[in-house]
């Protein structure tokens, strides 16, 4: 049990400088801001496509479906979400009156098809900006990785991988140190004489409040 909690913690830590290594700093350093840019780019631009794109091809089907709906199922009530509509798109004299609803069917669910819209366009977006993205940061990270620029590139990056492996390696630990003393557990003869071997042991010593008050 103890060799091989080791080798699996061990592991973790050669996979994660391996990825640091293959990697490299550049690369690694560009994926928060890759989702974090990709995510406010189809955030700023998902309603505008969405309306000029995406909604003239949805709103017919989704108006049509809607008045089919009233006039078959409801035609004395109007539905809860045509109500949020109507108010939404600031058309309060139809909250009351089902036929109404049934003849301005158009303008109760433009606030439907517009957010539609924006969700199908911030999802398309966002996977626009991620491809693209990548494919800058490939090309960039190949310009960097020749020469002694590619060394260092390579080497910041097995420090980066690994710092973030070992925090994953010490959750690892966490874990499993609480799950071997739970009342569940402990009573195992298997797990009451595991060992801790040297990496889990190391990781049991760090204690991250500890970390961070010393600093």
Known sequence: MTWIIEIALICVLLLGAYYGYTGGFFKLAMQPLKRVGGIL??????????NMLIAPIIRSSITNYATEFVKTNSPDRIPTVIK???????RDEFVNSGSNAVVAITELTAPLVMLISSALAFFLLLLLAKLCF???VNVANRL????IIGII???MGVILSGVFSLFIVWVIVFIIDMLFHTQTLSGIDLIASYKPGPIFKAMQDISPLELLLSF
Do not use: E, H, P, W
Not at 144 to 147: A, E, K, N, T
């Open 41 to 50: 780019f189809a955030l700023l631009l998902c309603k505008q496509v969405g």
């Open 84 to 90: 949020i509509a109507a108010i939404i798109s600031g």
């Open 134 to 136: 990548s494919a800058v």
């Open 144 to 147: 960097i990785s020749v020469g």
């Open 153 to 155: 590139n390579r080497a």
